[in-house]
């Protein structure tokens, strides 16, 4: 189907004067499945040797297979250096770093907030920090890799919170307010033993303050944490449409070889004021590009930096609007589609309409062929991967990196 006749349908549906509300989590299908038809937890075959990666996936064979991954979790797809975000308002996702620990490099708990308290800087969130599951997650994630043993890092992300425009400008300013911010942040890793951390602030901060002074900050930042063997990942902001260049190559020329990473916000791209597609293919290839052009100067080692978003949620529209979902709405919501899943050829991804009793849904969910032709993306281009977030999407997921 066309994008053309998607946005049709969806500015149809938006504009419907009928209030619906969404499907309720504890609304459940009638239809009954023997207990027998389902898989769950570790399998002899992978997605791969069921032969379940389909452009048009059948409902009935998402609910069967979904909650069953290979046995061998170590096995690994992709080389590509691979995050994943885990936040502590999903539980799921503490489970699926555990299970999954060897397919990633680096897991990124969304626990911290950099505050000021007085004319000090703090963290916040600390209490959110669960020691005994990340030594799970770093016993789990040891694999034997010539010469010696690696296992997978913990980068907690890091975001300004509650700062005013004075906090801003006193620290922008100031260099010695910027050591104050590195000495803390560097108390706090090494307190924990985080082997680096994950900085929130370009999306905020680009665009409102001269650019050279942005610069300062996360050159510094990058150079006092390098002195203490503690990494940085920048995120930042893809290129959008009639937006401003808040991120591209000039940036990344400027600070590749200080930064470890950039986390790359390929997702997001529609909203319920503007629905569709999630992450379409083709603009997530130009968000890359756009950082890092085909060559561009040392195009290789900066596109090993990227670590291109990849989202694990969906977004059910509804005509009051509606909102994301997880893996738990979108099953709820996928046991009423009875034909196979239409299939975007633009955009590369998959949705569905209904009826239900609770109103009419246009849903935008990640499938196994979505996933795997943006893996297969970040292969062509280069570039590593960062997932948001674990425990949102489907465990037969997995099977795929």
């Known amino acids: 189907m066309s994008a053309s006749i998607v946005h049709i349908i969806l500015c149809i549906l938006v504009s419907c004067q009928c209030a ?58 992709f080389n590509g250096t691979t995050l994943g975000y885990v ?30 308290q007085g004319g000090a800087y703090a963290v916040a969130g600390t209490h959110d920090i669960d020691a005994g599951w990340l030594t799970d997650v770093r016993r789990k994630g040891k694999v034997q890799q010539q010469p010696q043993m690696r296992t997978v890092k913990v980068f907690p992300r890091f975001i300004f919170d509650h700062f005013t425009d004075r906090d801003i400008k006193l620290l922008l300013s100031e260099a010695k307010e910027r050591t104050r911010l590195n000495d803390m942040l560097i108390k706090t890793c090494k307190e924990h033993g985080f082997d680096g951390l994950v900085l929130e602030v370009w999306s905020q901060l680009a665009g409102r303050i001269d650019e050279q002074i942005l610069y300062t900050l996360v050159l510094q930042m990058a150079k006092e944490l390098q002195k203490q063997q503690i990494r940085l990942i920048l995120v930042i902001p893809p290129q959008r449409k009639d937006m401003p260049n808040l991120f591209g190559e000039k940036h990344m020329d400027k600070l590749y070889k ?5 986390s790359l916000m390929t ?43 990849l989202n694990m949620y969906g977004n059910d529209y509804t005509p009051d609007g509606g909102g994301p979902i ?23 991804e998959n949705f569905f309409e209904i009826k239900t009793e609770t109103g009419r849904h246009i849903v935008f969910y990640p499938t196994l ?33």
Request: hydrophobic residues 35%; positive net charge.
């Open 20 to 77: 619906f509300g969404t499907l309720s989590p504890d609304s459940k299908s009638k239809s009954k499945h023997k207990e027998s038809k389902y898989l769950r937890g570790p399998q002899d075959n992978d997605v791969f040797g069921l032969d379940l990666i389909s452009s048009e996936p059948l409902p009935k064979e998402i609910l069967m297979n979904h909650e069953g991954y290979y046995k061998d979790t170590a096995l690994r797809h």
């Open 87 to 116: 936040t502590p308002w999903n539980s799921h996702g503490y489970d699926v770093a555990k299970i999954f620990a060897k397919k990633f490099d680096i897991i990124s708990p969304v626990w911290l907030q950099i505050v000021k």
């Open 258 to 262: 200080h930064v470890f990473a950039f």
């Open 267 to 309: 997702y997001d791209y529609s909203s319920v004021q503007r629905p569709g597609a999630n992450a379409p293919l083709y603009w997530v290839r130009k968000a890359v590009e756009h950082i890092a052009p085909v060559g561009c100067h040392d195009m290789e080692a900066k596109r090993a930096k990227i670590l291109m978003g």
């Open 326 to 348: 997880t893996y738990g709405q979108y099953l709820e919501l996928v046991r009423h589609v009875k034909k196979h899943l239409t299939f975007d050829e633009r955009d590369i």
């Open 369 to 401: 062929y979505s996933i795997n032709e943006r893996i297969k993306l970040a292969k062509e281009l280069g570039t590593g991967i960062s997932i948001w977030e674990l425990g949102q999407g489907l465990n037969y997921f997995y099977d795929l990196f």
